[in-house]
């Protein structure tokens, strides 16, 4: 990096940081603190949510996904469109109906408050271990690609979004993911225009999608029934609908986003917004790493891009025997380049996948070198194809901004997910079960300094956190042990009346054991569990009722919701 890109960098991170803490300086009571004075408009609210959403192992992990295994990737978002109409109907008027702080104190009313206490506990394990992730998985990138200390890029990373977000609560995420999102967007579509710039003269665009679709990358649509297929139609549409119901309706660091809305409506807007622009967004970044990959096909590439894998091969005894893969590799390149020039016919399409292939084949045998050369170092690098990108291609200036996107991804998601877990914290868990009687100003400052301890334990996370398979599917795969259990308690309170507090809490806990069992086995892909967890939750406390109809059911008490 030249001094350029680090002035890039730091003027960005530092702005956002200090905009942040000025614009919502002085947030007193727990209604602004932690609602954001409930005036939030649905422009503001529809960008939260995405940025929330959308992490810096969004930028980092999907185009290495597309690079390496085309656009299918885009099918896992499917549900969303569905889930956002479902809250919009039924969550938010709820929500709004009760003026809730946060989504489980709902629980209470309809059930009692140990199945409130319970839910909120499932969502505090699942988001601080994702806290601590969306930290992570930037710091461990950037520090294999740059050479900076790991340690001190978490730590960097998580300080950051602690002095905001502690400063000015809910308000302060809002606001600064309105600045990050408008970073992000800049950086990708800069970084889009840079790549098609960088192709060979008669390369257009149409030619380019025409060498990626006979390379196997633009294959969107996969209706197969093979569940050891984790990317299909029906897993985006059922699986899909079912992690996003949760995720968007249930999970604190999504609902904070829009209890924050100014009325019912502009909360609805901004969901339908996100809801709109989501799977376009996310097919977009797909698009780039495809476009990376037909970039990578006139360009040499590494055998892997994660550096630290060259590091330990050159260290190692078969350091030899990767240079011959090395060489298989660049000569299948050059047949494909010399290919290439004279465009996609028919007659070499078949000749193209075959090389690909005969590729595929010896990064394969590179990985198992790798580690045997070290078994600590990741061989996997879909995580690192962007950013080998980004430092090795990009002009003066851009790398800076790139590297600002994906910093500013990691403090968007972070700031909502601490926030969040402060929020539950302070009241569901400490005003609920510890004290109540105490003044509005007390609970801002216990709100405070949960945040500081769920950044500084989200740091910690991410200090020993070990990177496996693909990051984004790490967050989701952590995600979807847990969903579907508290979306079906969610579903139990909302339309079956009959199902009493017990019979949900015991249920409650034999689906998570199930779920993790399941899980640990790897009995289904992890977009399955979200469903199987919200179905078995349902199932279990519908069972139970049933044997134990006598059960009395606390009545729905809305004046004291939120109290």
């Known amino acids: 990096m030249q001094t350029l890109d680090w002035i890039v960098l730091s003027i960005t991170l530092l702005f956002i940081v200090l905009y942040g803490t000025w614009k919502t300086r002085g947030s007193k009571d727990v209604e602004q603190y932690i609602k954001g004075g409930n005036d939030t408009k649905w422009w503001t609210i529809g960008l939260s949510v995405m940025a929330t959403q959308a992490s810096a192992i969004t930028f980092l992990s999907t185009p290495g996904q597309a690079f390496h295994s085309g656009m299918g990737f885009v099918q896992f978002y499917f549900g969303l469109p569905i889930a956002m109409v479902i809250i919009c ?3 938010i008027p709820i929500y709004h109906k009760l003026n809730v702080y946060t989504a489980y104190e709902y629980l209470e009313s309809r059930f009692d408050l140990k199945t409130r206490t319970l839910t909120a506990i499932l969502f505090l394990i699942q988001r601080g271990l994702a806290a601590g992730i969306t930290i992570f998985a930037p710091a461990i990138v950037l520090s294999a690609v740059l050479g900076w ?15 905001y977000t502690v400063s000015g609560g809910t308000k302060a995420v809002s606001v600064t993911q309105k600045q990050q999102m408008a970073i992000i967007f800049a950086g990708m579509f800069i970084a889009f225009y840079l790549i098609l710039q960088y192709l060979p003269d008669g390369i257009t665009f149409s030619e380019a999608l025409k060498i990626a679709g006979a390379s196997d990358k633009m294959k969107v649509l996969d209706f197969s029934w093979d569940l050891n297929n984790r ?4 897993t985006g549409f059922l699986g899909g609908t079912f992690l996003m119901l949760s995720y968007f309706g249930t999970d604190q660091s999504q609902v904070q986003r829009y209890l924050s809305g100014k009325s019912v409506r502009e909360s609805q807007l901004g969901l339908i917004f996100n809801g709109l622009l989501k799977v376009p967004m996310q097919f977009f970044i797909l698009l780039v790493g495809v476009m990376v990959f037909v970039f990578y096909q006139f360009n040499n590439s590494p055998l892997n891009f994660n550096p630290k894998a060259q590091e330990a091969i050159a260290k190692s005894e078969y350091v030899d025997q990767y240079k011959a893969l090395e060489e298989e590799h660049k000569v299948i390149e050059v047949v494909k380049r010399s290919m290439l020039e004279n465009g996609i016919t028919e007659n070499n399409t078949a000749r193209l996948q075959e090389l690909n292939e005969q590729d595929k084949q010896i990064r394969e045998k590179a990985k ?9 170092v990741e061989t996997n690098d879909k995580d690192y194809v962007f950013i080998h990108f980004i430092l090795n291609n990009l002009p003066k200036g851009l790398i800076g901004l790139l590297l600002a996107v994906i910093l500013s991804a990691a403090m968007s998601s972070t700031a909502s997910e601490l926030n969040a877990l402060a929020s539950t914290t302070a009241i569901d868990l400490y005003k609920r079960n510890v004290t109540s009687e105490k003044s509005d100003q007390h609970y801002v400052s216990m709100s405070k300094w949960f945040t500081l301890g769920w950044g500084i334990l989200a740091i910690l996370v991410a200090c020993v956190a070990n990177l496996f398979d693909n990051l984004i599917q790490l967050v989701n795969i952590i995600g979807s042990i847990f969903y579907g259990n508290v979306l079906g308690i969610f579903l139990l309170a909302f339309f079956f009346k009959f199902v009493k507090s017990n019979s949900v809490f015991i249920a409650a806990i034999i689906t998570q054991i199930i779920i993790v069992i399941v899980w640990y086995i790897d009995l289904l892909p992890y977009l399955w569990l979200n469903a199987l967890g919200c179905g078995l939750v349902m199932l279990i406390a519908s069972i139970i009722q049933g044997i134990n109809p006598s059960e009395e059911n606390p009545e729905l008490n809305i004046e004291n919701i939120g109290e």
């Open 89 to 91: 109907l039924v969550f």
């Open 149 to 163: 200390d790991l340690i001190t890029l978490n730590i960097i990373i998580g300080l950051l979004v602690i002095i």
């Open 231 to 234: 990317y299909t139609v029906w």
């Open 368 to 376: 198992l070198l790798i580690n045997e050369a070290d078994k600590d």
